[in-house]
Nanobody, 123 residues
Framework: QVQLVESGGGLVQAGGSLRLSCVAS????????LGWFRQAPGKEREFVAS????????NYADSVKGRFTISRDNAKNSVYLQMNILKPVDTAVYYC????????????????WGKGTQVTVSS
């Protein structure tokens, strides 16, 4: 079992950048595919980005492609989300998630979740 803790959220102006981090504990980090999801008030949780176990395969939602970059460091049990050119529509609670097998864009496919970190982008 893996525990996930996100950090790095905050308030930023439109056009700015943030880097989210998610640290895992519980062992076996490199066995997990990882994803970042977000949920805005009144909306369903949505896929943002995912990365395979060794980092060789990544996937992005169309809405963030070209602006966000997911990466991982298995030696540090960490996954990151670099967010550039932020927009007010990016405002949400951001969650990292982990699952065995291949990465997925579907939240229900992920067994392990962090508690989230708030990102607020002002116009």
């Amino acid at each position: 079992q893996v525990q996930l803790v996100e950090s790095g959220g905050g308030l930023v102006q439109a056009g700015g950048s943030l880097r989210l981090s998610c640290v895992a504990s519980g062992g076996g980090f490199s066995a997990y595919a990882l994803g970042w999801f977000r949920q805005a008030p009144g909306k369903e949780r949505e896929f943002v980005a995912s990365i395979s176990q060794l980092g060789g395969s990544t996937n992005y939602a169309d809405s963030v492609k070209g602006r966000f970059t997911i990466s991982r460091d298995n030696a540090k049990n960490s996954v990151y989300l670099q967010m550039n050119i932020l927009k007010p529509v990016d405002t949400a609670v951001y969650y990292c998630a982990a699952r065995i097998l291949v990465a997925s864009t579907t939240p229900r496919d992920y067994r392990y979740w962090g508690k989230g970190t708030q990102v607020t982008v002002s116009s």
